[in-house]
């Protein structure tokens, strides 16, 4: 009789880590599904990210071309270069940035005519013939640093640049460099 109890402890026994192996894998099974979905899940919401990030970009470019602070007053669009050097000196760019969702990086690169040396043309613009000595306004720079595992999307634009101290004009380009976490 007590062999026939040992046989039955051993079969329930058995039995028993059958039942927690069953379990274990189960549990196995439900950690790797929350993995994937986690990582599914996240790369999903870099790439919504980003898109996010050149939504509003593209929203800011226009926004830039069309602010009376920089703007021409002429009838057609363009950028009155003494405005925009003005613009920057009173750090007013975050009218232009408030409630952004990324860091980004906003120049206006002069095209045409070509100037004789590149360079910052901020601050310059007082001398007549600065558009010969360089050829870049850095508008506004990323308040956050930016890391350098960060990729980076140029959103580029031509515009028409006014020289008012000559009343030449120019072509440019206004470019926004978005910086999401990819």
């Known amino acids: 009789m007590k062999n026939m109890s040992f046989i039955h402890n051993k079969k329930g ?3 028993m880590m ?9 549990f196995i099974l439900i950690g790797m599904g929350m993995f994937v979905y986690f990582k599914v899940s ?6 919504t990210h980003a898109d996010i ?3 509003q970009s593209a929203k800011i470019m226009a926004a830039i071309t069309e602010m009376p602070d920089i703007s021409c007053k002429e ?27 990324c860091p980004k990086n906003i120049t206006i690169e002069q095209i045409y005519p070509e100037p004789e040396d590149k360079g910052l043309c901020n601050t310059r613009t007082t001398d007549p013939e600065f558009y010969k000595k360089c050829n870049t306004w850095a508008v506004f720079k990323p308040l956050t ?8 999307r140029n959103i580029e634009t031509a515009v028409s640049l006014y020289y ?12 926004i460099t978005v910086y999401s976490m990819g």
């Not at 059958?18 to 189960?26: A, P």
């Not at 009838?75 to 969702?101: P, R, W, Y």
């Not at 008012?164 to 470019?175: C, F, N, V």
Request: aromatic share 8%; glycine share 6%.
């Open 75 to 101: 009838k057609h669009t363009c950028i009155d270069t003494m405005k925009l050097d003005a613009f920057i000196k009173q750090g007013n760019q975050n009218k232009v940035i408030e409630g952004s969702v």
């Open 164 to 175: 008012p101290a000559t009343d030449t004009y120019g072509i440019g380009k206004l470019r």
């Open 13 to 15: 026994m058995i039995e």
């Open 145 to 152: 640093k930016v890391k350098s595992t960060w990729a980076s």
């Open 18 to 26: 059958e039942s927690f192996m069953v379990i274990f894998v189960i």
């Open 42 to 47: 996240v790369s999903s919401t870099k790439e």
């Open 53 to 55: 990030c050149l939504s």
